[in-house]
């Protein structure tokens, strides 16, 4: 019972942690997206290297070979230009209330086929189920998207928001989901090889801080640093901050937590991004939104395996970056 608490207790803080994180990337959407992504995987390297600095004067282990390293680079360039990059880009082009659903379901599919493919993870009945619902809910958010699109434009600028331009944010989300998922199976393989997650993170990190930040100079050189506003530095640093926190909550709730209530909790997250869609940037709440959002948690729960429920192992979320 009390490690039933301690699961529901840490799992719920990590969902309140990444819905945070998704709101204050939402509210980042004036900004350079390559800028946003830069500026958020900071917080991450500077807790994870002091942890790692710890740990290495507690005489741990703490280093990787180079051959996971260099996989856990290339892992980490999807995750930062394919996931980070387009996921940014796409809140700022439908919003938090549908980017959010769109992008787990398309996580959720690839993931379990890549997992199938390259981990030979179980793909039963289940995962056709979950698939037929999820890739339903993208199409029903899609159909419901333009109005979306609308409203966020009309929230930055006086014009409105082309069906074409909604629709290339549906894609970013999708192929965000996508790539997020490419990370998290290869840090899933690696992990198991004993690699410590706090190492490969650490990695993912600095990969994104260099990488983006390479991008950032070639385009704009130190410009950014200088005419970014404090308050943008703030949120951003608490979207970095929200996803350490909510990983690190995720982590200790998934040593008890099974499978389902991993989905559960990313249900939730489905949950709170449409609501704070609505609710805090007055993105319209539609009937497709509410099908959409319904279809994805279905598929999420669907995606759940049978019989007894071994404890879950750490994924990389798509919003722990």
Request: a positive charge.
């Amino acid at each position: 019972m009390a490690g039933t608490r301690a699961a529901f207790f840490y799992g719920i803080v990590s969902a309140i942690c990444y819905s945070g994180a998704n709101i204050c990337l939402r509210r980042a959407t004036h900004l350079d997206p390559v800028w946003v992504s830069q500026l958020k995987s900071i917080p991450l390297i500077v807790v994870l290297g002091s942890v790692l600095l710890w740990r290495a004067s507690q005489g741990q282990q703490v280093g990787v070979g180079l051959r996971t390293i260099g996989a856990i680079c290339v892992a980490g360039l999807f995750g930062q230009l394919g996931g980070n990059i387009l996921f940014q880009w796409a809140l700022g082009v439908v919003g938090i209330a549908l980017a959010v659903p769109v992008t787990t379901g398309s996580q959720i599919i690839s993931s379990a086929i890549m997992g199938h493919v390259f981990l030979g993870d179980r793909a039963g009945k289940q995962l056709g189920g979950a698939a037929v619902a999820l890739i339903a809910a993208i199409t029903v958010l899609a159909f419901g998207a333009e109005r979306a699109g609308n409203a966020v434009q009309a929230a930055d600028t006086t014009t409105l928001a082309t069906w074409s331009h909604v629709l290339l944010g549906i894609c970013a989300a999708c192929v965000s989901g996508a790539s997020y998922s490419v990370l998290g199976v290869t840090l899933r393989h690696h992990t198991k090889q004993g690699a410590p997650i706090t190492t490969t993170l650490f990695i993912i990190g600095l990969v994104g801080f260099c990488s983006l930040g390479s991008i950032v100079f070639a385009r704009f050189g130190t410009e950014l640093w200088h005419t970014t506003q404090w308050q943008d530095y703030a949120v951003l640093g608490a979207a970095g901050l929200f996803n350490v926190v909510a990983f690190a909550t995720l982590t200790v709730a998934l040593r008890v937590a099974s499978v389902l209530f991993v989905n559960a909790l990313s249900a939730s997250q489905i949950a709170i991004a449409a609501i704070s869609g609505v609710l805090l940037f007055h993105e319209p709440w539609t009937y497709t939104l509410s099908i959409g959002v319904v279809l994805t948690v279905l598929g999420l729960f669907l995606m759940r395996p049978r019989g007894t429920e071994a404890p879950a192992k750490p994924v990389h979320s798509h919003d722990s970056n």
